[in-house]
């Protein structure tokens, strides 16, 4: 497509159930990468893809958070057990290899 | 990556040209100075990145010192849309091990008024 794709744009869920959250980056793009921004707050780095492989992972705040990438496209972040400080605006971004990222216009999460 | 230094708000009026500062002191020789913003509920949005010589895109222009310590992004023309948090970002561009991460500061909140 276009632009990068996630999806769903919005998701309540309850507190203690798991969620997964969908990136669909510009194809051809080989980086991708996760960010979350709390309401009021600066963007924090989750996780990076080079391809299928994650080589940096720094930033996934608990093992509740995970996340996947096949086909060196399509990624998944997945939270189990969530909970209301989960609540946040989750943001992909993608690039080619070190150029300038372009990024979703996120998925805003709700743990009620 | 090297830290950016900004500050938390500035204002502009509409049709004048917004002049928005970023300190870099500690930037490495391979560290190039991105800008991007963010526009209320929307994802951040590329905005232009240099690493010594100035530039200008259809959206703005990047003035960077001399000795690449501070820059300025200029906004020609700001327009009430231009109203947004700025953000300042160095990275490297080849290699090392920030495998190209952007680490976002709290930017500078830019208020453009009628």
């Known amino acids: 497509g276009a632009g990068v794709s996630q999806s769903p744009s919005n998701k309540v869920t309850e507190k203690g159930k798991d969620v997964e959250l969908r990136c669909d980056p510009i194809s051809g793009h080989t980086a991708l990468y996760w960010y979350r921004q709390s309401l009021g707050q600066g963007l924090e780095f989750l996780i990076y893809f080079q391809g299928n492989s994650a080589p940096d992972k720094s930033g996934l705040p608990s093992d509740r958070f995970s996340a996947e990438r096949t086909g060196g496209s399509v990624s998944t972040l997945t939270i189990q057990r969530t909970q209301q400080e989960d609540s946040a605006v989750y943001l992909c971004?993608?690039?080619?290899?070190?150029?300038?990222?372009?990024f979703g216009s996120g998925t805003r999460l709700t743990v009620v | 990556d090297a830290k950016t230094t900004q500050p938390p708000s500035m204002d502009c009026a509409e049709g004048r040209a917004a002049n928005l500062p970023c300190n870099h002191s500690t930037i490495s020789g391979n560290e190039y100075v991105y800008w991007y913003r963010q526009i209320h509920s929307q994802g951040p949005q590329y905005i232009i990145h240099?690493?010594?010589n100035n530039e200008t895109n259809e959206m703005a222009s990047l003035i960077i010192t001399e000795d690449r310590k501070s820059s300025t992004l200029i906004l020609p023309h700001a327009t009430l849309r231009d109203t947004a948090v700025y953000y300042c970002i160095v990275r490297a561009n080849a290699g090392g091990t920030s495998y190209g991460k952007l680490t976002f500061g709290q930017g500078t909140i830019l208020t453009v008024h009628p």
């Open positions: 240099g690493l010594k």
């Open positions: 971004a993608s690039s080619l290899a070190f150029a300038g990222y372009t």
